[in-house]
């Protein structure tokens, strides 16, 4: 990449996440003054991790109460667990008017700012946080635009945004021909049965090995051991490209009223739906 891409690069993703930053405040303030959302599903309960890193905790803090706010008023109020790499009074404060709905649990192991401790939490530890049939993982920069979360529950074990390693329709022709998506885990669907096998591979292949700084617990459900395993593979019930790009985008591709997702994973992904008014 040359240099005036690289900085026009940098420019845009900087405007992208001060856009971000100002929708966030505007959507925050709008929904503090709406009263709780109808619940919803009793089938799925919402999971979020907080481990920002050197960043201004409190900022974070609020940035992930915005991400909550908006998944409640797409998909009606869920239970919700966030897990945290530290005790945090402004998350405290926030899981404290729900009546024990939402909460809050302390992991040490994971490190702050490290985005591999969380995706290897989730991998192996993510059935411990829920008894419900589904899952629906959030994140402070990913998660639901509208509603729809029903059309997506006893569909597939896993559903999230379509990896970039699908963009190009080389590898996602061979992916589709052994029965491989490759999909992000930030912003996603799971079924409890998906997330016990993933838990149990991630024992019997990574224990105690050092989790790769690159590590994505999405990958490693959907690519990894689909590619591994047949047994797995034959088990699992994953989307196609297109159904997984209807649940979510992570890229920058233009969007229009009529191909709205469900939601989107990321700064990129965000910015065209906010540019197009669809957010």
Same mark, same amino acid.
């Given at each position: 990449?040359?240099?005036?891409?690289?900085?026009?690069?940098?420019?845009?993703?900087?405007?992208?996440?001060?856009?971000?930053?100002?929708?966030?405040?505007?959507?925050?303030?709008? !929904?503090?003054?709406?009263?709780?959302?109808?619940?919803?599903?009793?089938? +799925?309960?919402?999971?979020?991790?907080?481990?920002?890193?050197?960043?201004?905790?409190?900022?974070?803090?609020?940035?992930?109460?915005?991400?909550?706010?908006?998944?409640?008023?797409?998909?009606? *109020?869920?239970?919700?667990?966030?897990? &945290? @790499?530290?005790?945090?009074?402004?998350?405290?404060?926030?899981?404290?008017? =729900?009546?024990?709905?939402?909460?809050?649990?302390?992991?040490? #192991?994971?490190?702050?700012?490290?985005?591999?401790?969380?995706?290897? *939490?989730?991998?192996?530890?993510?059935? @411990?946080?829920?008894?419900?049939?589904? +899952?629906? +993982?959030?994140?402070?920069? /990913?998660?639901?635009?509208?509603?729809?979360?029903?059309?997506?529950? !006893?569909? *597939?074990?896993?559903?999230?945004?379509?990896?970039?390693?699908?963009?190009?329709?080389?590898?996602? &022709?061979?992916?589709?021909?052994?029965?491989?998506?490759?999909?992000?885990?930030? *912003?996603?669907?799971?079924?409890?049965?998906?997330?016990?096998?993933?838990?149990?591979?991630?024992?019997?292949?990574?224990?105690?090995?050092?989790?790769?700084?690159? =590590?994505?617990?999405?990958? =490693?459900?959907?690519?990894?051991?689909? /590619?591994?395993?047949?047994?797995?593979?034959?088990?699992?019930?994953?989307?196609? =490209?297109?159904?997984?790009?209807?649940? /979510?985008?992570? #890229? /920058?591709?233009?969007? #229009?009223?009529?191909?709205?997702?469900?939601?989107?994973?990321?700064?990129?992904?965000?910015?065209?739906?906010?540019?197009?008014?669809?957010?």
């Amino acid at each position: 990449m040359s240099r005036n891409k690289r900085k026009k690069k940098q420019a845009d993703r900087k405007a992208g996440a001060l856009l971000f930053a100002e929708w966030r405040k505007e959507r925050l303030e709008r !929904d503090c003054d709406f009263p709780e959302p109808a619940p919803g599903p009793s089938e +799925v309960t919402v999971v979020s991790h907080f481990a920002p890193g050197a960043s201004d905790r409190a900022v974070a803090a609020v940035r992930l109460e915005c991400a909550l706010r908006e998944t409640w008023r797409n998909c009606g *109020f869920l239970r919700t667990v966030i897990v &945290a @790499d530290a005790e945090t009074s402004e998350l405290s404060a926030f899981a404290s008017g =729900f009546g024990g709905r939402v909460e809050v649990r302390v992991e040490p #192991s994971i490190r702050s700012g490290r985005a591999a401790d969380v995706a290897a *939490f989730r991998a192996a530890r993510l059935p @411990d946080l829920f008894r419900t049939g589904w +899952v629906l +993982v959030v994140s402070e920069d /990913a998660f639901p635009v509208r509603p729809g979360l029903g059309s997506y529950i !006893d569909r *597939f074990d896993f559903v999230g945004a379509p990896h970039p390693l699908s963009d190009a329709w080389l590898p996602r &022709a061979a992916a589709s021909l052994f029965g491989v998506r490759a999909m992000d885990g930030a *912003f996603s669907l799971r079924t409890r049965s998906l997330c016990l096998r993933v838990a149990a591979a991630w024992n019997a292949r990574m224990a105690g090995r050092p989790v790769p700084s690159d =590590f994505s617990d999405g990958l =490693f459900a959907t690519s990894f051991l689909p /590619a591994r395993s047949l047994s797995y593979r034959r088990a699992v019930r994953l989307p196609s =490209f297109g159904e997984a790009l209807r649940f /979510a985008r992570r #890229s /920058a591709s233009s969007v #229009s009223p009529g191909n709205v997702p469900f939601g989107f994973s990321g700064v990129d992904a965000f910015v065209p739906l906010a540019k197009a008014g669809l957010v």
